[in-house]
């Protein structure tokens, strides 16, 4: 390793992943103030929300910072597959244009996600083994295995001229994690005797007391669960879980159920497991059709929509429209899941959508189906006791996930914690760390086939014409500035009965226009804005957003 440079700063810039659950997108910084090299690590999406921000899939962090000094990019590194993590790639890769770096099941799934944006040709991630080294600049990065809940979880110690930095990634610890590696607790004890400057960690679970629990736990118990159902058996759990996936499989198969996968997500899941040398255990499956043919207590569905996706396969079997899988009086669907903070509504409404059928609804609410993938605090505890790091910084979370990480932390005698919000530029070294600078920072959105600024005030425009509709007027003066026709005027979204006191209160105002003093109508259309405007408020209690063009004809 290199010695520092007189100017030389270590910095970390996370521009998504604080104060939320989702988006993660961490940048590390080193050089001098005016040319930095930069590293990524994760580059992950949010998911767009109806109520939020409706008719967006995809929220994805603003990056232009970076975007405008590309060349100083050296790489994206994913630690794992999940959506938060490498979901964004497809979308932001054009901006970076940088090699992109992970483990063979990440790459392969980050290869699906470029092969759909049609940027294969452009980028082929590289492909870091397990435990696996790069150099790229003045960072040498070490991939170390943990356990999560997804194959090849890794975190990555960042080495450079100024100090070693300990990224988690997201992790959990988990002696028996039935598909892939254990922890590896002599790499990560083994950083902390080289001497850690700052460990950034997940601080999904720093509210949770205790431990995650192991997947080996869940296994036993899901076992015995389907051991006592008598019906067709539809299992819900995250794709991306193939631990998960492969334990229900072998239970339904000690049961003499087979099993069917239905929904896009299994099976590009279990196809990137496969050929990435996982599951090889799993047992044969047999498809939809096929399922449909057996008796209902040889067969069990392992379903996408977990989370209430109304597109999700889950949701189309509830609401009876799945082509070939129904189920009724007699079945049962456990949802081997969590709650995804903010899903709860629609999961409530699947449930009791399965429970009109007649459908036996088991969750994690009363049973034993589910263990989280991200650490509680005794295992934030064991983090630090092996890492012993001079800086804690807690990522992945919501402030009060992040607070409450920083007072543990310091609480396990860490000197120093810092909790960064998106945008700021924290200086890890030299010297005491702290926040040095803002960058710009923010959300952008995938709406559509379009990647659009939250300033373009996109979703509250949105959210306004969902509360209230529109008003549409348009108003034909003749070349004397005269009212040539009777206005068009076109409603949208709002109740019948308002729509003739709209159109009544258009006369006040085109009756006062005076042509000589208004000849283009610039205060006429003013005043039908507003008369329209304050009518359906006066009629209806809602202002809808109105719209008014002139025409002179
Ligand atoms: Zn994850
Ligand atoms: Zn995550």
Redesign the pocket.
Known sequence: MNHPERDDELVFLPLG?SGE??M?FNAYGYGPPDDRKWIVV?C?VLFGRETTTPGVDLIMPDIRFLAEQRENVLAIVAT?A?E??IGAIPHLWPMLRCPVYATPFTAVLIEGKLEEAGLSAKVHPKRVPLSGRIELGPFALEFISITHSIPEPNAIAIRTPLGLIVHT??WKIDPEPQVGEVTDIAALKALGDEGVLATVC?S?NALVAGESGSEARVREALTTLIGTLKGRVAVTSFASNVARLDTIARAAKAHGRQVALVGRAMHKITDAARQTGYLKGFPSIIDEAEAAQLPPNRVLYLCTGSQGEPRAALARIAEGNHPNVSLGKGDAVIFSSRVIPGNDIAIHELHNKLSLLGVEVLSADDHFVHVSG?PCRDELAEMYRWTRPQIAVPV?GEPRHQAEHARLALSLQVPQAIVPENGQLIRLAPGRAGVIDEVPSGRVYMDGRILIGEGAGLARHRRALAFAGMIAITLVLDGKGRVATEPSVIIEGIPEPVHDAIRNALDEPLKRHNPKRDLDGHDLKESVRRAARRAAENAWGKKPVTRVQVVQV
């Open positions: 992943g659950i989702g993660n994760d992950g794992h999940h938060d993590h990634g997201d997940d999904t991200h992945h």
